[in-house]
């Protein structure tokens, strides 16, 4: 990726991103019972006006520029964390939004999909980061079998734990607006992280 700015925007969301705290660095115990150098959680950004504003607008950016506005007919947001993106990039882009549950409903039509998909769109999948990849394989699946077509997912970050690979093998093109490495390098450059803790997380990703 080299568009015009995009480095400039990846530089400006680190600082953000650890401004609100949605990026930290130390030792933490990942929800697998995993320990990882460092910790992402976008969902806190919300709570913080002008950091969503601009998250959201990096969201934009890339969608205009690596993915294309024309080449999609709507956006599937992926909960929970993708659905706080989502939402208001499909408003801005003025396009129809579906999302997809985690697991199937008991009632009703007892459906994944919420909201209306016409068989043969192309959908944008949008989620915040990926990790390996089978949440939002699950829910390309789902989106699938009512029909859409699924050729490319949006996320804010990669963290480079073979996510791109197993999308590529569904045929799936991962479009991130940067990876963990890319950031971590961004905020030793501007003093905000340690060279132990930038080598930690390069070991990390390394050896994943």
Known sequence: ????????????LAMVLVKVR??????????????????????????????????????????????????????????????????????????????????????????????????????LVMDDLITTGHSLLSGIDAIREEGGEVKSVAVLIDRLEGGKANLRKAGVALRPLTDITELVRTLHDKDEISDDAMKAIKSQVAGR
Not at 22 to 51: H, N
Request: hydrophobic share 35%.
């Open 22 to 123: 949605a990026l930290q660095v130390g030792t933490f115990t990942l929800s697998s019972g995993k320990l990882s150098s460092y910790y992402v959680d976008l969902r806190t950004v919300p709570s913080f006006p002008g950091a969503y504003r601009y998250v959201i607008d990096c969201y934009l950016s890339l969608i205009r520029n690596e993915v294309g506005v024309q080449k999609f007919d709507a956006i599937a947001g992926i909960p929970t964390a993708g659905l706080t993106f989502s939402s208001p990039v499909a408003l801005e882009l003025r396009k129809p939004m579906i999302y997809v549950r985690k697991e199937e409903k008991d009632y009703g039509h007892k459906k994944r999909i919420e909201g209306t998909i016409t068989p043969g769109w192309k959908v």
């Open 1 to 12: 990726m080299s568009w015009s700015g995009r480095k400039k925007i990846v530089e400006e």
